[in-house]
DNA sequence: TGATAGGTGTTTTTT
DNA sequence: ACACCTATCA
């Protein structure tokens, strides 16, 4: 163990073996926060901690699973709770069932569902679906759960009459919710979270089970996971937290930043480690994302260094449209990859998903291999959710959402009609679909409906007999008992990916089977829902990896290029409603700022930053303004290199200097009559006052026409802003 | 039951 | 530009 020590640099020594009360790693990227942690699992366990008494969270499978594996490899006893919050919550919820009021059997209802159970919410609730999409309610909604806001008190503080809808909404979803015996991603935390507060014996037995309390990622933790973190540790004060307030990028999905920034305060006796040891970047790297990050003005303080030395600047690459921006990555790749780095080594970032089509459209012309992580893969293939349905069906037979997605699938002659006189009658009676079909008859329906109904009801009944027999019998006995390989294309279904799809799940739960010794299916099912895609994504096979900013965190390669560097796509805003919000700092802006930052620290050897003068969005072509986080990247040791052709000059550029497109572009801002005259002396560089920002540089400006005109401006006390000329009474100072 | 034309809304998405 | 939903018809 001591050699173990040995791995370590000094401030990782004192997070590894500062055993006892609080503690706050502040984590820089690339700092070896991982090494760190995994190795105060081992050590904690090597010093004679029983490993069930060490409880580790995390945010992703992934990342539990990659801990898991490295603190095997110290050769420490295994059995450590290494797991995400969701998966505590879920295991915790089956195990105090009765205490939270719920049944063990629940069914956890996935992004999709849960989304569909808003849709039927809004409909029940009498609201107005058109400007009510189910999504942005849902994410309402759980914006109100992870603050612990039941229906009750949302309503009850719903002011605005968008407010007042949701909360509507809110109401019904949350029946529907409990009728279904379902409980959605954010009712994991929640019901948890009230349980605790509810019954403080059962936070005083988890901790007793649970000594020492470690949370990775804290900086995206959201109010009811500080408060589960909180009441668990509370007895022991055994929590030790790491994370980057730098890297937190999920303040829109409710994480709240200041669950780290103000740790401290919540435990004054915290020790506070800073690694700030940067082992993956090259100084150009580093530098460049120094200068960037330190215009966030709240944040802590903290400077990632380095040893290393050489290495290649960063280069900044302006192109004339998002063609040539592709083409240029393209043909950058193909010269990497003739250097020796393979693909695989390789990613592409974006903001928005909708970039990354060019992209990929120049990787194949180029035929450069490439894959795209994609949020969603196996667990969403339609076949994959049907068979999962059946059992979720078996386990909870007033699951409807379930039931209602296979009552006719595979088709069995159960028309919209029947189903909608199914739908009704339940609504009426309160029963389940399920609990209708027996006696359909009863229920309204003709009789030819009601018997295939009532057979539908017998297939899943038959097959909820065997539900205690290993996992993947129940599969393989419902998958016969559908005839799922008939309705997959029967003698081609071995030919198609469905069908292969639904003998991957098969394997999955014969793993499943094995590894959990017995667990049942609804162990199963809720470790399956709580999956997410991106726990799927692997390197290594030979492509170059396209995913967005969000995707990259906690990820690393040698060779990365960010599209997009351009104002309103990052930092991203929409709308020009956004834009005059964006007169103020907003934390948003800074988040933003975050996400560039976040991006730019995945990169160990080689970054590029890319910024197209012209991009075609939503099917116009609009001029961009660079991104006023290129200059705040600062130019030492950035190379810029400027691939756009020169448009025809249209008068003499003036002599003042600041501007991005130096050798390029038409600084001079009068292109029409209409503009006014008191701009007529405007320039790409100009020092003007603004009335409420104070003196600032213009920077950039957009293309359109007075009274749309843009302009980029670095403010003196505030940094960038966008500001709308015609809005602005902007007063020209002389230099 | 399926196919298709029109209307709409377009950030990010660890679970 | 494009995907996705809904309504409508064969």
């Not at 530098?287 to 400077?303: D, P, T």
């Amino acid at each position: 163990m001591d050699r173990l020590l040995d791995n370590l640099n000094e401030p990782q020594r004192q997070a590894v073996t500062h055993t006892d009360g609080a503690m706050l790693i502040l984590a820089g990227a690339g700092s070896g926060k991982t090494r760190a942690i995994t190795y105060r699992v081992a050590h904690l366990i090597a010093g004679g901690v029983a490993p069930w008494h060490v409880l580790a969270i995390t945010f992703t499978n992934k990342a539990a699973r990659e801990m898991a594996s490295r603190v095997e490899a110290l050769n420490v006893p295994s059995g450590a709770m290494l797991c995400t919050f969701h998966s505590l919550c879920a295991r915790l919820l089956r195990e105090f069932a009765d205490r939270a009021g719920i049944k063990p059997n629940y069914t956890i209802y996935d992004r999709d569902d849960q989304v569909r159970l808003t849709k039927e919410a809004i409909a029940q609730a009498g609201v107005p679906v058109a400007n009510f999409p189910p999504a942005k309610v849902h994410a309402s909604i759980g914006r109100a759960k992870n603050r612990l806001r039941t229906p009750a008190a949302f309503t009850e503080q719903a002011r605005t009459y968008h407010d007042e809808q949701v909360a509507k909404v809110y109401v019904e979803y949350q029946k529907l919710l409990v009728a279904n015996n379902a409980l959605d991603f954010d009712d994991l935390l929640l019901r948890m979270a009230f349980m605790l507060r509810d019954y403080s014996d059962i936070g005083q037995l988890l901790s007793e089970r649970y000594r020492y309390v470690m949370i990775d990622e804290y900086q995206d933790t959201n109010h009811a996971q500080y408060l589960l973190a909180r009441a668990i540790a509370k007895p022991h004060g055994n929590l030790c937290v790491t994370g980057d307030p730098d890297q937190s990028i999920y303040a829109w999905r409710g994480a709240d930043i200041s669950n780290i920034l103000e740790f401290e305060k919540d435990y004054p006796d915290a020790k506070v480690v800073v690694l700030d040891e940067n082992y993956r970047s090259t100084r150009a790297i580093l530098k460049g994302a120094s200068s960037l990050i330190a215009y966030n003005h709240h944040r802590k303080e903290k400077a990632l260094w380095t040893r290393r030395t050489g290495g290649s600047d960063i280069t900044v690459v302006y192109c004339n449209n998002e063609h040539a921006e592709a083409q240029w990555i393209a043909q950058r790749i193909a010269a990497l990859r003739s250097e020796g780095l393979a693909a695989e080594q390789m990613a592409v970032f974006y903001r928005v998903n909708s970039l990354s089509r060019v992209v990929e459209n120049a990787l194949r012309e180029n035929a450069i291999p490439y894959r795209i992580a994609r949020g969603v893969e196996f667990y969403n293939r339609k076949e994959v959710k049907d068979v999962l349905a059946y059992l979720k069906v078996i386990v909870n037979p007033v699951d409807d959402i379930s039931c209602l997605r296979i009552i006719n699938n595979p088709a069995r002659g159960i028309g919209a009609t029947t189903v909608k006189r199914l739908v009704e009658h339940s609504r009426m009676t309160g029963m389940s679909i399920l609990e209708i079909c027996p006696s359909a008859l009863a229920a309204g329906l003709k009789a030819p409906a009601a018997k295939k109904v009532a057979a539908f009801a017998d297939l899943i009944g038959s097959l909820a007999a065997g539900k205690d027999q290993p996992v993947r019998d129940i599969i393989n006995h419902a998958i016969d008992a559908i005839g799922l390989k008939d309705a997959l294309g029967g003698d081609d279904a071995p030919d198609t990916s469905a069908w292969r799809n639904v003998g991957e799940l098969v394997n999955n739960a014969a793993e499943f089977d094995s590894r959990s010794g017995g667990g049942t299916l609804e162990e199963y099912l809720h470790q399956v829902a709580l999956i997410a895609d991106v726990d799927h994504m692997e390197g290594g096979d030979g492509a170059v990896t396209l995913m967005t900013l969000h995707s990259a965190k906690g990820l690393e390669f040698p060779a990365i290029f960010i599209v997009g560097w351009e104002d309103g796509l990052l930092p991203f805003h929409r709308g020009d409603q956004t834009r005059v919000r964006q007169l103020t700092p907003t934390p948003q802006d800074e988040e933003e700022r975050r996400l560039a930052f976040v991006g730019m620290t995945r990169a160990m050897e080689h970054l590029a930053l890319t910024c197209a003068r012209k991009r075609m969005r939503r099917g116009r072509t609009e001029t961009q303004i660079a991104s006023p986080f290129l200059e705040e990247i600062g130019t030492e040791m950035v190379t810029v290199e400027d691939v756009t052709t020169a448009p025809e000059p249209r008068d003499a550029p003036s002599a003042s200097g600041g501007g991005f497109y130096d050798d390029v572009h038409d600084r001079q801002m009068i292109e029409d009559e209409s503009f006014p005259p008191e701009y007529e002396h405007l320039r790409i560089g100009s020092m003007v006052n603004h009335p409420t920002f104070g003196r600032g540089r213009v920077v950039s400006r957009g293309s359109q026409r007075w009274p749309e005109t843009r302009l980029n401006i670095h403010f003196e006390d505030l940094g960038p802003k966008t500001i709308k000329l015609s809005h602005a009474r902007l007063e020209l100072l002389e230099e």
